[in-house]
């Protein structure tokens, strides 16, 4: 490309603009490709076309823009393209089920893509080959694509969204019949599939027309009547609810859950909670919020608590851009607002569900039929309770994916899965939802602060109360930002190698004495027969967990959509142990020695977290 002749690797670059070119309808993309070839820019064209994004078991998800590395018009319908091929293959009754789309509010000015016309050219590839699309007219939470499958029987789902990311990115997630997020082998095949259907068939890009076939239909209105019907069936007082005097406090950070959770509380016979008019309407810049993700915690809730200050609300309610997670704060007596973390409504949550539960059934052995899930990474509290309550409780790799795919299996048995959770604010509530849910998981929990109310108590004098009953669990999640692969690797491998001998882990940390190491990476674990981990390992990813001789818990992993190192530790004590002074000094003295020792940022050049 430089100098008027080209290297192998410039030479591939051709091909791929070429090919680019060829392929691409949309004049702004297209356009930005033709300006960088036309201004030799190798650099930028190798960003946009020298790989393309990964299909993995969370879809996709990159940044909107041009090329095969970015979210776009024409990536869209290549994967489509690979999805239905695949799924050709997978059902012989693909014709007659079909497939669900939902979208959120993203959008990209500069290269023209949008959730909504993603949405619509996914649509089109599916009704070229004849399967029935089921395209929500309007912006819906991700939680509705995998109702729809589940409540209709499809054999596929796809939200087009990217969740809490920034602004400038979209996604692309996908559901399997069973209502859960696919699991391997379907992301290995449908990547193998999209590879050998890059060109985009005759009707791909033929979104008009597709929106005028008999194929196409809404199931707007009546998902929404189905899903509020059956998130009903986990409210179990209404009196109270009608009565209650408690005010809330809910935003949908620019995104699109204000219209549902408003509708989840009138479906409770809840009083509507207040409005952040600010960040109520869908607004693809976020423009109020550095980032759109409540998980941050107070930076993003800043307008919920003047405007719970303004109407004497103790609450606040958020929910993430596409109401797939849920954050509560509440204020305190010294006036300060306090931000739960996931761990902590997670026990709230996990306590709420069985307490119903337990009201609702006198028969002491249906107990036995109870299942509660958590992710590996997220709090062990529902372990305790499941311990002094009798029911059962199972953990599994991070993510909803294999919780939604675990939970499945046990409803296919008879068994009752009555709550699932991940530390990352993602909560299962209703089984008719085999993925979190931000807005069920928003109407039960308005239900429960109501229900706290009439006993005079508060939702931290309750999480109290059940570290007291089961032990106290406190814990401390955070991350490091590092963009470098190979610093990542030599992290990992330190750690595998301790002393420099393979399969050598540390024996301690600081001061902190190890009992067991457990690696998801390589499937070892020596706290089991034959050092075999219980888990199914994937060396796609890095993940080793650290059990200490003092009742603590590290993991430390990196993330499958952010270039983060994260770690999560907890403390778990025995209940009877209230000594908190000296729980939360040893904890944080633990997340020291362990920052120090085995992430070692200086040398390793790793951002903090963000302030």
């Not at 000015?109 to 029935?132: D, E, Q």
């Not at 941050?296 to 997670?325: I, Y």
């Amino acid at each position: 490309m430089e100098n008027g002749s080209s290297s192998t690797g410039d030479a591939k670059l051709d091909r791929a603009a070429s090919q680019w070119l060829r392929y691409d309808k949309n004049p702004k993309t297209a356009s930005m490709v033709q300006d960088l070839v036309r201004d030799r820019a190798v650099e930028d064209l190798k960003k946009c076309l020298s790989s393309r994004m990964e299909f993995g078991t969370a879809g996709l998800r990159a940044a909107m823009g041009p090329g095969t590395s970015c979210m776009n018009d024409l990536t869209i319908i290549q994967t489509t393209q690979g999805f239905c091929r695949y799924l050709e293959e997978s059902f012989d009754n693909f014709k007659d089920r079909g497939v669900v789309i939902g979208y959120d509010a993203r959008a990209h000015p500069p290269s023209g893509g949008n959730s909504k016309r993603f949405a619509s050219l996914a649509a089109a590839v599916f009704i070229s080959r004849g399967v029935p699309v089921y395209l929500f007219s309007d912006i819906t939470p991700t939680p509705f694509v995998p109702f729809t499958v589940s409540h209709m029987g499809l054999c596929a789902g796809i939200m087009v969204t990217a969740s809490h990311n920034p602004k400038e990115d979209n996604g692309y997630k996908v559901y399997w019949e069973n209502g859960a997020q696919i699991v391997s082998p379907h992301d290995n095949g449908i990547a193998k599939a999209i590879e050998e259907n890059l060109e985009p068939w005759p009707e791909s890009w033929g979104a008009e027309e597709a929106l005028k076939s008999l194929l196409l239909k809404d199931p707007y209105k009546d998902i929404h009547t189905q899903y509020f019907k059956a998130i009903q069936k986990h409210c179990h007082h209404r009196d109270i609810n009608k009565r209650s005097e408690v005010k809330i406090v809910h935003t949908s950070v620019h995104g699109v859950g204000h219209a549902f959770v408003q509708s989840a509380f009138s479906a409770f016979d809840l009083h509507p909670p207040y409005a952040v008019e600010e960040q109520k309407d869908p607004d693809p810049e976020f423009p109020t919020v550095k980032y759109p993700n409540p998980e941050e915690g107070e930076g993003v809730l800043t307008l919920s608590f003047a405007l719970a200050e303004k109407e004497g609300a103790t609450v606040v309610l958020a929910n993430d851009p596409d109401a797939d997670r849920l954050a509560i704060a509440e204020k305190q007596e010294s006036g300060q607002w306090r931000v739960f973390s996931g761990n902590e409504l997670g026990a709230l949550l996990g306590w709420w569900m069985f307490h119903c539960w337990r009201e609702q059934n006198s028969d002491a052995a249906a107990v036995k039929n109870i299942y509660m899930l958590s992710s590996t990474v997220s709090s062990k509290i529902l372990r305790a309770i499941a311990l002094k309550e009798g029911f059962h409780f199972e953990e599994t790799l991070t993510g909803f994916k294999w919780m939604g795919n675990r939970a499945r299996d046990l409803l296919d048995q008879g068994k009752m899965v009555l709550f699932a959770f991940e530390e990352a604010i993602g909560y299962m509530c209703s089984p008719s939802v085999l993925d979190k849910d931000g807005v069920s998981a928003a109407a039960i929990a308005g239900e429960m602060i109501s229900y706290l109310a009439t006993k005079s108590l508060n939702l931290s004098q309750q999480v109290t109360a059940i570290y007291e009953e089961y032990g106290y669990h406190l814990s401390k999640n955070s991350y490091f930002i590092c963009h470098d692969q190979e610093v990542i690797r030599s992290l990992f491998e330190r750690l595998r190698g301790h002393g420099g001998q393979k399969d050598s882990y540390p024996t301690e940390c600081g001061r902190f004495s190890i009992a067991a190491v457990r690696d998801l990476t390589t499937g070892y674990d020596n706290s089991q027969p034959g050092n075999k981990a219980v888990l199914p390992a994937s060396s796609s990813s890095q993940m080793i967990t650290f059990t200490f001789s003092n009742g603590g818990v590290a993991t430390i992993r990196t993330s499958g959509t952010e270039p983060k190192i994260k770690y999560y530790t907890e403390l778990c004590a025995a209940p009877g142990n209230s000594d908190m002074t000296h729980l939360k000094k040893e904890l944080d003295d633990l997340v020291v020695a362990i920052i120090e020792k085995f992430l070692e940022p200086e040398k390793n050049k790793l951002l903090p977290k963000p302030a």
